[in-house]
């Protein structure tokens, strides 16, 4: 398999293949040539007879920061996306629907923080397992788009999905298990372990079943709609693109992240504080 640049591969135990998002240093950020390389892996994982499910976590303090703002994400995508309004939810929204579509299931184990198009990624995964101290959100509703892979609805429910959409407020991993985010959440030191107890128990099974139990879940959610819902929410993205306070964002998209990050990091300071005056009295 070719050297990667954004990603480690490793093989922890018999029948598991590994990715850990490796930029830590930009906090895992998701950019046009991790997206190619993770499914690189994959794709190779499903014609892999040693490999029979896929895990992946990130590095260092987090899972990841979301799409990397930094640069331009359409350059050289891993697959070609008819072009015009509309072209980067597209392309998102197909990749994340490659991963449903591979033979072999894929485990998302999240720590630290997932936000924003890291949501995508983890959703995009078969089953979910999440540090009880991970946070998760979507903040960028508030000053750009609505999510460019549009999950909410469709796998969270009307009402969770309007208060994701309207506040892009954060969950820790409990509440993720809670509203059918994530299957399980645990311990952040016991989490390795844990979801490596999972992939083993997965890898007991044969393949050529493992690719039918998938496959069932997946064509009976799409019978009910799923993927309809999600494609159709490419469009309002697109939509999304032409307002005045998203031309603004884009002028300086890191500067407006980090305000809004800062602003929330003070709203949970006051909340904590709430929650604490409230436990003394």
């Known amino acids: 398999m070719a050297t990667q640049e954004t990603i480690a591969v490793d093989h922890p135990i018999d029948g598991v293949c590994r990715i850990t998002l490796d930029r830590p240093d930009k906090r895992n950020a998701i950019s046009t040539l991790m997206r190619t390389e993770i499914l690189r892996v994959l794709e190779a994982n499903d014609l892999d007879d040693a490999v029979r499910v896929t895990i992946i976590r990130g590095s260092g303090a987090c899972f990841s920061a979301g799409y990397d703002l930094g640069g331009d ?38 720590h630290g923080y997932a936000i924003a198009g890291a949501t995508e990624l983890v959703q995009a995964c078969d089953l979910v397992y999440v540090a009880d101290d991970a ?72 393949s050529d079943l493992m690719a039918i139990n998938k496959r069932l879940v997946h064509r009976q959610a799409e019978i009910m709609g799923v993927r309809s819902a ?39 300071a006051a909340r904590q504080d709430r929650t604490a005056r409230s436990t003394d009295s």
Do not use: C
């Open 230 to 268: 999600i494609r159709a929410g490419s469009e309002f993205q697109a939509l999304a693109g032409h307002q005045a306070s998203v031309e603004s964002f884009r002028a300086d998209p890191l500067g407006a992240m980090k305000a809004h990050n800062a602003a929330d990091a003070a709203r949970r």
């Open 73 to 110: 994400l359409m350059v050289d995508p891993p697959f070609h996306t008819a072009p015009g309004d509309g072209a980067w939810a597209r392309q998102v929204t197909q990749n994340w629907f490659s991963f449903w579509d591979l033979a072999k299931p894929v485990i998302a184990q999240v």
């Open 135 to 206: 946070r998760i959100s979507y903040p960028i509703v508030r000053v750009a788009s609505p999510p460019d892979w549009q999950y909410h609805a469709p796998l969270l429910g009307m009402r969770r999905a309007m208060e994701i959409m309207l506040t892009g407020g954060e969950m820790l991993g409990p509440e993720a298990v809670q509203i059918g985010w994530a299957n399980r959440s645990f311990p952040a030191d016991a989490l390795d372990a844990e979801v490596l107890d999972v992939a083993a128990t997965i890898a007991g099974t044969a």
